[in-house]
Each structure stands twice: as C-alpha cells, then as structure tokens.
C-alpha cells in the first residue's frame, strides 16, 4: 500500500542525502491524470475482457467437487466367485429405509458364511430360512456402485462411504481452507510482487496442480493437491478483480465487478454440468476442465500491469510507458508529462509500509474490517452450502447444477442496476435480508425432518443478521473511494481522526497520529 500521508506520494526509497522525486496524487489526483485515455476506449475494453476470460475457469474449478465428489448408489459387494445361488445372492444384502423407501443397506450384509452354509444345503431364502434373522457384517469385499450416472468419482474410486463417509465433506473442506490461505496471502503478494505477476503465477498453480489432481495415488495425495488448487483459485480470482478495478475508469468498474467478473465466473460454472453430462469419469472429467487453463498464456502479452501499483513502488516510467501504449491504442496523445514530480526536503519522513494488519490497528478500519469480514464469512457459507448441494436434490445432478448456476444470470444483472441507481447499504440489506428469510421460509416446506431443516435454519438466521450488519458500514455511493489508510480515516461516514500532515517549508512528514 501506499504512505499514509495527507496527499499520495510515489517514491521508490524513503529518506536519502539528495531531495527525491515525488509524484503527489491526491484521492482523486490519478483519475484526473490518466482522463485522456477516456473511458472506454480499444486498451479498456481489451483488458476488461481478457480479465474476465481469465475468471471463467475459477467457475467449473470451485464447482467442480459436485460432480467429482458425488457419491453414487452403493451396496456391499457380493464376489463374483462366491460359492452361492443366485436366489441367495439376491438376499444377502439387508433392506433398510431411506426417506421413505425401502433400498438396499449401503453399509451392510449378510454373513457370507451363514450364506454360503444355507446355500450347500439347498434352502430357499424366505421359505426354509428367515432371512432377517440372520448376523449381519461389515462390507467386508468392498462395494458395488451403481454406473448408471457415473462411471467413477473419488468416492467409488477410494470407498469414501460408511466408515469412512467422513472423508468426503473433508475435502471440500480441504479445498475452501486452501482458499482461505490464499485469501490472506494474495493481498499482501500481489502488493509486494505487482498484480500481473500474482495472477499469472497463481493461474499457473491452479492449471499445473488441477493437472496433478489427475493422476493422484491416494485420497490423501488428492486433498492436499486440492488445497493448493484453492489457494490458486482464490488468489487468481482476486487478482484478476484488483487488476481491473484499478486499470478501468471509475464508471466501467460497476458493470466489470457485476457482469463482467461474477457473469463471466457464471459462465465458468454453467459450463462445468455441460462438459460433466458428457465426461462421466473424474480423471477425464479434471483433465477436460484442466486444460484450458494453457490458453491463457498468450494473455501475458496483453495485459498490463497496473499503473497504479507502479506508482506506489515508485516505478513512474514504467507506469507512463503503460499509460502511453493505451493511448497509442485509443488513438488518443498522451501529454508530455503525465505525473507532475516535486521535489521534498532531504529531511522529509521515511515512507511507512502497510501490512494486513493495519486493517485492525484504528479503531475506525477495524470496526469496518471485521463488519466486511463477517458479512463475506456469512455470505459465503450460504452461497456455496447451497451450491455444492445441487447433487443431493431429487432429479439430475447436472440440470440441478445448471439452473443453480443459470439463476446467477439475472441475480448479477439486478445487482448492476442497483449498484447503478441504489445507495449501497440499501443494496446489502434488501438483498441479504431478503436471501434469509427465504432459506428460513424453506422450511415450511412439509415434510422435513430436523436434520434437514436445521441447516436452513442457520443458514437463514446468518444472512439476515449480516443483512443488518451491512447497515452499520459507511455509505459510498457516488463517492469517491479512499486509496490508502490515511484516506480511510477522513472517508464520509467515518469519525475522523488525525492525520499525517506535509510541512508547506520543509516537506516533513508527520506520521505519529496516523493510525
């Protein structure tokens, strides 16, 4: 992040012996510089779309784990050389009831034994012998999966069920904590790195690794690469979303984090139940989703790195040189100097670094900070809870997932037209709000049975109350936004405190009531 001082200051080094070089941008001072390019020019549209080509594959990799990781019918297995009739072997297996219907036991049998026994004799199951009062045992031969939707995922594949069912929600678990790691560390790698270098490098992890995945040995050996693929899938993603905010004019950046980031992560995830209806085996099905990954390397080429970013690590030239190249694109003259450089007293304060923890440090930052926090953290249980569940709802798992996916379609489209017309805190609560007492609503729904509801219940009673706790953060429709922590603190709707002043003689920096 960039100094805490009153005005923006780029400079590469803090204190030196000869005066520096600074180039002052104001909150708004950037914007106003860079107004030549207009708004919406060939170099703008380029990055728009290119950045939001680059989200597509963060849709089908997230989802993915519902087609992967479903678990189809099963029942213990008989062995084929087993030394029975075929009327034992249609009895062997225990019926039990599930939701009301009567299906084959999924975790039992049987003794094979007492079976076997009957069998040599020449009784008749049903008639000689009463089959429910014979022991029963553990699949102890393995089981039998039903191929009539898949012919195999990671659960048929390495028997994640009765005993071991656990493993299967553990790795989507796995995968979210990778995305979680990721969540903090991208920030603070793309601040030090640059943003291009973190999206292409982290796009490169979650292609490489998602390929890995493939050929994985174990149960074991697929977690952990799926941890990594999470930490790449959520750093590319918010990379790629930091990249185009900062390039794009302040009036294209709505409508490029509605409909162009999310739709285009909508499409990412619309086209997962499409390619899983064809590819109904998990290795070829991850192969098919990783490959085309590799046909965002010619991206590099185009897209830039942000200028701003250069700015805050005093890379001025290379920032002009970015700024140039798009005015050549848009056919526009770039002025002899784009940044206006002033020179500071060789006494002027050491520029202060930022870390995540400065979010946490005012008391201001961090009353917003931990709102966000747990609006996100509430938001995002609700949202993939009802996404990764489309497998388990009656019907296909592939239309299920489709409309799950489709219904985001018109769902960002009202989000951009109230972002457009609607204060902000309006837009969170209503939506929110509303998302809750429907999930609490799902529940009038007969029958159910508490296992099922309690999670709605949850669910619901979470999104309502972030819905009101979105009315606690400061407005920002139609105002400019803070670019750095100082701005933060004089930010409409903030208690304003005091701030780091630059002296009018010497050009000193006063940073001791910053924060």
């Not at 290795?283 to 897209?303: N, S």
């Not at 609560?429 to 949850?458: D, E, W």
């Not at 009673?461 to 701005?487: K, N």
Request: aromatic residues 12%; contains cysteine; neutral net charge.
């Amino acid at each position: 992040m960039t100094p805490p001082i009153k005005d923006k200051l780029f400079s590469p080094l803090g204190r030196t012996n000869n005066p520096l070089p600074i180039f002052i941008m104001t909150e708004t001072g950037y914007e106003d510089n860079t107004a030549f390019l207009g708004e919406w020019g060939p170099f703008q549209q380029m990055v728009f779309f290119l950045l939001c080509l680059s989200i597509i594959p963060n849709g089908f990799t997230g989802m993915s784990i519902v087609f992967i990781g479903d678990t189809p019918s099963h029942h213990c297995l008989i062995p084929a050389n087993a030394n029975i009739t075929g009327e034992w072997r249609n009895h062997s297996i225990p019926l039990e009831e599930e939701s009301g219907t009567v299906v084959l036991s999924k975790c039992a049998r049987y003794k094979l034994d007492v079976i076997k026994s009957f069998s040599e004799r020449g009784y008749v199951p049903g008639i000689d012998v009463n089959v429910s009062e014979i022991q029963h045992e553990t699949c102890l031969d393995g089981w039998e999966y039903d191929r009539g939707t898949y012919i195999s995922t990671i659960v048929s594949e390495w028997d994640l069920v009765c005993a071991d069912k656990w493993k299967n929600p553990l790795t989507s678990s796995v995968f979210f904590c990778g995305v979680l790691t990721g969540s903090f560390l991208s920030g603070q790698l793309s601040d030090r790195f640059g943003r291009k270098n973190v999206l292409f490098a982290t796009m490169g992890v979650q292609t490489v690794f998602t390929f890995i995945q493939v050929f994985s040995p174990s149960w074991v050996v697929f977690c952990a690469l799926f941890f990594v693929v999470g930490m790449g899938q959520i750093s590319n993603y918010v990379a790629a979303f930091v990249l185009g905010t900062e390039i794009l004019s302040p009036s294209k950046r709505i409508i490029y984090s509605t409909l162009g980031v999310c739709m285009f992560y909508t499409i990412g995830y619309m086209l997962l139940p499409a390619v899983a209806f064809f590819i109904r085996d998990w290795r070829m099905l991850m192969l098919a989703l990783t490959l085309p990954g590799f046909l965002y390397v010619p991206f590099w080429w185009f897209i830039p790195e942000s200028p701003r970013w250069l700015l805050s690590q005093g890379r001025v030239e290379e920032a002009e040189a970015i700024l140039r190249d798009a005015a050549r694109r848009n056919r526009v003259t770039a002025p002899e100097v784009i940044f206006r450089p002033v020179q500071l007293d060789p006494k002027a304060g050491k520029l202060v670094a930022h870390n995540i923890c400065d979010l946490v440090r005012s008391s201001n930052i961090r009353w917003v900070s931990i709102t966000l926090w747990l609006v996100w953290t509430i938001l995002s249980i609700g949202y993939f809870a009802l996404s990764l569940n489309t497998s388990n709802l009656a019907g296909s798992s592939y239309l299920n997932c489709f409309l799950s996916a489709a219904i985001e379609v018109p769902a960002y489209t009202m989000a951009w037209l109230m972002f457009r017309c609607c204060p902000r805190r309006l837009c969170l609560f209503s939506t929110l709000f509303l998302g809750g007492v429907v999930l609490l609503c799902i529940n009038l729904i007969p029958p159910r049975g508490c296992s099922k509801s309690l999670p709605y219940i949850l669910m619901g009673s979470l999104t309502a109350l972030s819905g009101l706790l979105s009315l606690l953060l400061p407005e920002s429709h139609r105002m400019p936004l803070p670019d750095t922590i100082t701005h933060m603190q004089t930010f409409p709707g903030w208690k304003k405190r005091p701030v780091c002043k630059l002296s009018q003689t010497t050009g000193e920096e006063d940073v001791s009531d910053t924060l």
